[in-house]
């Protein structure tokens, strides 16, 4: 994304991807996270269309479903969060983003950035280091195995192994401060291919924690061509992830909403289970640089790598290029501008690792160098309030998930008509129309 965003700036824009490309939908040695359900925020997918009209079609082309593909199993359903065995019923599934696996995203993506007449792509090329003037005060390109690569802005988007602090101290720079927060995750996938007689009412299920607080939780997403990316995870340490198909049963067997079983049981994986474990999260403070080498901006996971259980990376990578586009618009080469790109692409990610550090801290996670706001420490018992109104009050749910799919500020849910709802008597609300089949599937009819 952010090399379509510098294809409107610059005459040429080069990707340098160590990874050699799939030509189509596949797992790559350097985001091994791929294997792990990956669920795009309805920002995400507003950012990504914005900058790639066409690409909601493609991916229906592709087997999705998306709001275009005028699907009408999937006019209105739903989706749910289901969390210490909460139900919330989210009003419409289309704030959110697509039905359609990470592989299939970032193919997609690739293909529309890959056909600009502007960008090239060095695949199977790695970055080893930064380029600077004989100042060193200005970043000129990067070190390649190839050869030096000159370029009047570097952009980091190299993920959460980002070395870019590292290349900083090398040329004679300080690296940005970090907060960093030891959520020690811990995942369990697998891909499915449900039984043509299990028809759900839904496009993904969130969340089904095995009890109140526990740090375990499951999510099933449909993904392209009817299949299921159904994934286990644990914050804070928790359980050993199994490892088989058999394992995985048992724990599904131990999730709030039986859903989550059901979809296993119902199902027959289409390849093994895969396991991960990511110790820490982390963002790295360029905007708190007092100085910083000119020409170089780092965006995405480089810049920030919040826990990915609450599934905003792809969200933030996207919504950080089009900030950087922002920033590029109003004088790219101007002075202070490398300040001005890192303090926009801060900004996309602040409502993120905020949300983030909220759950986490109430998994007890250790944390460095993270400033806590006050408010996130106070706001965890309006929190576990606001959810269980979420459950029974659609405008508190839809308030939520426009926060959760940020579309809208965490402040948003303490506005006075959202707080007047969440802090009213909970015990005599009307649940909401779930439908029979709906509140069955999720076990609480
Ligand atoms: C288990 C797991 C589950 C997740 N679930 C979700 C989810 O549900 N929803 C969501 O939105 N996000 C999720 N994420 C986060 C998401 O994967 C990332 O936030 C997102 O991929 C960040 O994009 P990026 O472009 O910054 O980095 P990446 O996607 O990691 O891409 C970095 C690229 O840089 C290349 N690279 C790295 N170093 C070099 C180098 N030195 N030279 C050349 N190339 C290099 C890599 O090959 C790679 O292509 C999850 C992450 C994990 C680990």
């Given at each position: 994304m952010a090399a379509r965003v510098l294809s409107e700036h610059y005459d040429e824009v080069v990707v340098v991807e160590r990874d050699e490309l799939p030509d189509g939908p596949g797992?790559?040695?350097?985001?091994?996270?791929?294997?792990?359900?990956h669920g795009l925020?309805?920002?995400?997918?507003?950012?990504?269309?914005g900058l790639l009209p066409g690409l909601s079609a493609d991916l229906a082309a592709e087997g999705a479903i998306t709001p275009g593909s005028g699907d009408p199993a999937m006019g209105d359903r739903s989706l749910f969060v289901v969390r210490g065995g909460t139900t919330i019923r989210i009003p419409s599934w289309w704030s959110a983003g697509f039905a359609a696996s990470r592989v299939l995203v970032e193919h997609a993506v690739r293909s529309r950035v890959r056909a600009l007449p502007n960008v090239v792509v060095r695949e199977g090329t790695a970055v080893l280091g930064l380029v600077t003037d004989r100042t060193r005060s200005r970043v000129t390109g990067v070190r390649t195995p190839g050869g030096d690569l000159g370029a009047d802005l570097v952009v980091d988007a190299s993920g959460r192994g980002s070395s870019?602090?590292?290349w900083f101290e090398r040329i004679g720079h300080r690296p940005p401060p970090v907060s960093v927060v030891h959520s020690d995750v811990r995942y369990a996938s697998v891909v499915t291919e449900p039984d043509p007689s299990f028809e759900p009412e839904w496009l993904a299920v969130l969340g089904g924690q095995a009890e109140s607080g526990s740090s375990v939780g499951g999510v099933v997403l449909r993904i392209e061509h009817g299949l299921l990316h159904i994934s286990f995870g644990s914050v804070g340490g928790g359980p050993p992830m199994p490892t088989d198909t058999a394992g995985l049963r048992d724990f599904a067997d131990r999730m709030a909403a039986p859903v989550v079983a059901e979809a296993l049981r119902r199902s027959t994986p289409v390849g093994p289970v895969r396991a991960f474990r990511v110790r820490s999260n982390t963002r790295r403070h360029y905007d708190r640089l007092r100085e910083a080498?000119?020409?170089?901006?780092?965006l995405g996971d480089a810049a920030c790598a919040s826990n990915p259980v609450y599934g905003q990376g792809m969200s933030v990578a996207a919504l950080s290029a089009i900030a950087l586009g922002r920033v590029l618009a109003t004088g790219g080469g101007a002075p202070g501008f490398e300040r001005r790109a890192a303090r926009a692409v801060a900004a996309t990610s602040a409502e993120a690792w905020r949300l983030a550090l909220g759950e986490d801290l109430r998994h007890g996670c250790r944390t460095e160098g993270v400033r806590t706001p006050w408010t996130t420490r106070l706001g965890q018992g309006y929190r576990d309030r606001l959810e269980r109104a979420a459950a029974v009050d659609p405008e508190v749910a839809s308030a939520?998930?426009?926060v959760l799919?940020?579309?809208?500020?965490?402040s948003s849910l303490g506005s006075p008509r959202i707080a007047r709802r969440v802090l009213r008597p909970l015990r005599d609300r009307d649940p909401g129309p779930l439908s029979a089949t709906v509140a069955t599937v999720l076990g609480i009819a």
């Open positions: 797992h790559r040695r350097s985001t091994p996270q791929s294997q792990h359900a925020l309805g920002s995400g997918r507003r950012a990504l269309v870019l602090p590292r080498p000119r020409g170089v901006v780092a939520f998930n426009d799919n940020l579309h809208r500020p965490v």
